[in-house]
């Protein structure tokens, strides 16, 4: 009985802002019953220039507030705050299960592509932090790994320069003294290390070579979710269709716009509920 | 007696980060003897995608921060919160003076360029208040304003990417719907609405006819900050050389690094302390 009513429970998904809508559209297409539950903390993000200590208490205050709406599980679905926060997320809400990006995304990447040179592509609070290339050399000792903050791309992917000229320019701009010039470091698999990147594809694809393979969080995150659910008996057995309610903390009109963009589909103003932490 | 002491006090200069030290380093140039003390609301920024509500809340806080460390003044070196909020930062802080960005920005651009087509350069909650607009049809009747949203120009100056071909691609891919095409609106004058823009003036200068002027609010609202000093007999005295003290809410390294670009100086981060809101 206990696992019939926390089975309807929803999955919480938690995110700086719109970017995490990436990894909830994978979790929404993989695991279309479960009812669910974003935020984004639109009122103070980017968390990529921020420093650790404030990407934890806002991580925290978000993470209290999804609690609040008794999720059975919880996504830290922003590299920034996966990178940061996780650990002292999991412990400060133990037993509840918190699942990152950072991880997922690595094992993705080595999947991808075994002991080769990855170039991580993330905001400047994640490469200070190393959090991928720990995760790498951990899972395999013989890849390499480089981590390169590309801030301009988080903007780009808000104001929905996804392709075209200058869209391209803007990241060749970041990836040029890596793949270009003799001593380049010349990766051979590319991880979005941002969930805003994963809208940049075509433009990040145009400008490196077709054997580099592109690796992002979302996918790989849907997957890990879905097996913890299972593993847990958590998963819901729909008797009406799943809900989805989207909450910010500023800003429902540019959440609408910019948001609808990474979800895939038309959002309105009225469709995201502001909320206060 | 009274006026001696109180014109010992500091002007207090705030932002919502590194973009109004361009309006300090212009109060700096013309009233050198006049200590300062700078806060720049590093952990909220960028306040140009936020709500009116929010950017409101937040100028609040920082400048009763400022109030509590004795300011003679008040410049809000921000376009965004003087667009919010500056009606109610002069009621609330009365009868400590303040100044905002934008009408003196206003007042240069119709000084450069009367009757003239001007366009201003802004983030998107300052072009949503329409408030450059408002000022110059009030003080310029024949005038014509339009308003354009530039949110990466934003990113693109915090990045440092201030010349150079990607630099200039980023600025033609917002003027060019403004300046090509039969019917373009084919501005006469440019006005930097952000103050993130000027250290982008070369980039701007080079896509737009050199008839074009470029107009930005640091000169002129440092000229109406000297008048208000004159005005209010509260010009400094100097007895000992003045201090500038550099505040901020989030990322000292951060803030050195990028706002030493803004000021035009090196900044270390054991120059910035960081307070509390």
């Known amino acids: 009985m206990e696992n019939e009513a926390s089975s309807e429970q929803p999955i919480g998904v938690f995110d700086s802002g719109v970017g995490g809508l990436t990894v909830l559209k994978a979790i929404r297409e993989r695991l279309p019953d479960e009812h669910l539950v974003y935020l984004g903390d639109t009122a103070r993000l980017p968390y990529g220039t921020k420093s650790p200590a404030s990407v934890l208490r806002y991580a925290m205050q978000a993470t209290a507030h999804l609690r609040s709406r008794g999720v059975k599980m919880l996504v830290i679905a922003c590299n920034t705050a996966s990178a940061v926060a996780l650990d002292d997320l999991q412990r400060a809400l133990a037993p509840l299960p918190v699942i990152g990006v950072v991880e997922p995304g690595a094992r993705a990447a080595i999947a991808a592509r075994p002991a080769a040179r990855h170039l991580v592509l993330a905001t400047e609070a994640t490469v200070r932090l190393g959090a991928y290339g720990k995760a790498i050399r951990r899972l395999d000792p013989q890849a390499s790994v480089r981590e390169l903050a590309c801030e301009l791309m988080v903007a780009q992917a808000e104001e929905g320069w996804t392709s075209g000229d200058i869209a391209t ?109």
Chains 1, 2 share one sequence.
């Open 169 to 277: 320019a803007i990241v060749r701009e970041y990836l040029r003294p890596m793949i270009t010039g003799s001593g380049a470091y010349q990766p051979e698999s590319l991880i979005l290390g941002c969930t805003h990147f994963p809208i940049l594809g075509d433009a990040i694809r145009s400008v490196v070579s077709p054997q580099v393979s592109i690796t992002d969080s979302a996918g790989t995150t849907a997957a890990v979710v879905a097996s913890e659910l299972l593993a847990r008996g958590l998963n819901r057995t729909p008797a009406e269709p799943a809900r989805l309610q989207l909450l910010a903390t500023d800003g429902a009109t540019r959440f609408a716009r910019v948001g609808g963009t990474f979800l895939g589909e038309q959002l309105a103003a009225g469709d995201i509920e502001l909320v206060d932490l």
